[in-house]
């Protein structure tokens, strides 16, 4: 089974059946006993398992499986296969399902012998695949939707899903970006967002003012006006002022804080506005530094507020970490944010922004009274020509049999 086959038998199938079609697939030629796949929910703390098409119902809460601890927390941290070996000679093999450094969800199969190079070249190819898979029909039907959900949403949390960018994390040569967000009790207005072009990449996080579905709705003027703004071409200090105008004319009020970054990716020079935000944390040589930025008013506090476009120093080995306030909130200040960056140094920026996220979470018992947000960059250089990172592409290093 090659890549190309895979895409055609999927895209031959309705959306909502791809993924059942290319595991028959694989089920064949492997003579496989179950192949199931395993979409990671939107917390990343956990898999649900997405059964066969026409055994799928909304109305009924998805199988949710906890990560730590588990072989299947083991795969999607470490992004390598694990094959082990179970009850009555049957083999389990887990691969990682992973597009650019996005984490979408583990392949699971049992098959009679261990696997040879072969086979694991062929659990590799359809892997690959299914992350395509995934990517093209997710926007056609709501089942990988539900399948990440493993909680539901009320209608501000849904609006906030949608402002935050389809894929959580993204790789490329010069740099690893990755988001999360733990929502409030009652969502407080929390996005993050990023965009790679042919010479720049350009991130953001943004805070709207108040709770629920006002906050949701005001988040939305914010992140539309940037976004507006950025796909005309504007610059950044053009960006800004429109994110202030639109809130200004439509947000009743209401305000909205943020950082927004652009980075040149055949210079390296990079541009900084912060918006009333919480100012930026850098790890360099082990070492964390608060980066402390002249700071302007927040979006949609003044109509004729001016934006000031900042360099901000990046250097080749660096990380970023971007928050909101829901980070350093009363309970938040027991974790000590700057040692656990340094202790999460060596984690893909993916596996370090849910740490922190998670430590914030614990420390408020799970019940948070504003969104708490990190958006985590590793800046690798401008002198890189090639991913250093091709999460989940060599499935044939495996762990041994248990």
């Not at 098409?53 to 694990?82: F, H, K």
């Not at 927004?260 to 541009?271: V, W």
């Amino acid at each position: 089974m090659d890549l190309a086959g895979a895409l055609a038998a999927a895209e031959a199938a309705s959306p909502v059946e791809s993924l059942d079609v290319v595991a028959r697939m694989l089920r064949d030629r492997l003579h496989a006993a179950t192949v199931s796949f395993l979409i990671v929910d939107f917390t990343g703390s956990s898999v649900v398992r997405l059964g066969a098409a026409d055994d799928v119902r909304s109305d009924e809460p998805p199988q949710r499986i906890s990560l730590p601890g588990t072989v299947y927390g083991d795969v999607v941290r470490t992004q390598r296969p694990a094959v082990q070996r179970e009850g009555a000679g049957a083999v389990r093999v887990v691969a990682p399902v992973t597009n650019r450094g996005d984490a979408i969800g583990l392949l699971e199969l049992y098959l009679p012998d261990h696997p040879d190079e072969d086979a694991m070249g062929q659990i590799g190819a359809t892997a690959h695949a299914l992350a395509y898979i995934v990517i093209a029909n997710r926007s056609f039907t709501d089942v990988y939707q539900w399948g990440r959900r493993t909680r539901p949403l009320n209608l501000a949390a849904e609006i906030q899903h949608r402002l935050l960018p389809a894929s959580l994390a993204c790789e490329a040569a010069q740099f690893t970006v990755a988001g999360a967000l733990e929502p409030a009790t009652h969502v407080g207005g929390d996005t993050f967002d990023y965009v790679v072009d042919h010479d720049t990449m350009q991130l953001s996080v943004t805070d709207a003012m108040g709770h629920d579905v006002e906050a949701a709705l005001l988040a939305t003027l914010a992140v539309g006006a940037l976004r507006r703004a950025r796909r005309a071409g504007a610059e950044l200090e053009v960006q800004a002022l429109e994110a202030n105008r639109a809130v200004i004319d439509h947000g009743r009020r209401g305000f909205v804080t943020g950082q927004l970054l652009r980075i040149s990716l055949l210079d390296g020079m990079t541009q900084f506005v912060n918006a009333g935000h919480p100012w930026p944390l850098r790890l360099r040589h082990g070492r964390v530094e608060e980066i402390v930025p002249e700071v302007d008013l927040p979006f949609g506090v003044l109509p004729r507020a001016a934006y000031r476009v900042q360099r901000l120093d990046l250097q080749s080995g660096d990380r970023l970490v971007m928050l909101t306030d829901g980070m350093l909130e009363r309970r938040a200040v027991e974790v000590d944010l700057p040692s656990l960056i340094v202790d999460t140094c060596d984690l893909h920026p993916r596996e370090a922004s849910r740490a922190l996220v998670a430590a914030v979470l614990h420390a408020h018992r799970g019940r948070l009274q504003d969104d708490a947000t990190v958006m985590c960059l590793d800046w690798h250089g401008i002198h890189q020509d090639t991913r250093s990172a091709d999460a989940g592409a060599d499935l044939t290093e495996a762990s041994a049999p248990a």
